[in-house]
């Protein structure tokens, strides 16, 4: 599945460690530098609230290590755990090898067929570490431009039946018909 998105950071005067670099002329994001690991939009839209809490020192209940379990909205999807963990160098190519702590979510079942590809073990890191900064856009400016982009819903993806990112409870709803964005 391909995600085809095409994103134009404006040039403006800014201290933003995302953009700083960029204020003279902007920057172009296309869909190999929107979004780290190869990951679905709607997952990592998913994702962010619970990677921004973690920056902020969020510590969640699911275990003693403070991680959060979530899942994407397909009925038969991907589960992740949300977690910060010191960096023991084998975090993807990005990861500044002197970046202490790193935020990602491993993914710990998949449930069905997933069109991303997304298998038990990978990573998805939160890219906050400045080597990631400098290749990846601003996760906060892709959260907000989020409901705006024409985003293919993937295939797993059931209107019938999204769940809730909290795959430890048994929480689906149906979205109706005249609310629904299309399916390409």
């Not at 929107?34 to 709607?42: A, D, E, K, Q």
């Not at 038969?76 to 949300?82: E, I, M, T």
């Not at 710990?108 to 890219?127: E, L, M, N, S, T």
Request: glycine share 6%; proline share 7%; net charge negative.
């Amino acid at each position: 599945m391909s995600c085809d998105l095409c994103i134009k950071h404006l040039p403006g005067e800014t201290d933003c460690v995302w953009h700083r670099e960029h204020k003279e002329h902007g920057k172009d994001y296309g869909p190999h530098n929107i979004l780290p690991s190869n990951v679905c939009p709607i997952m990592y839209h998913t994702l962010y609230p619970y990677f921004l809490g973690a920056l902020f020192g969020a510590r969640y209940a699911y275990n003693e290590q403070g991680d959060c379990q979530v899942c994407c909205p397909a009925a038969k999807g991907v589960d992740v755990l949300v977690k910060v963990r010191p960096n023991d160098g084998k975090f993807e190519a990005g990861v500044d090898a002197d970046w202490r702590d790193v935020i990602h979510a491993e993914v710990v079942a998949v449930h069905g067929d997933c069109p991303y590809q997304h298998k038990v073990g990978d990573r998805i890191v939160f890219p906050t570490t400045r080597s990631m900064r400098t290749q990846y856009m601003c996760p906060a400016g892709f959260n907000n431009l989020f409901p705006f982009l024409k985003i293919d819903i993937p295939s797993c993806i059931d209107f019938d039946r999204v769940r809730c990112p909290d795959w430890m409870e048994n929480i689906y709803y149906r979205i109706d018909e005249n609310s629904r964005v299309r399916k390409d």
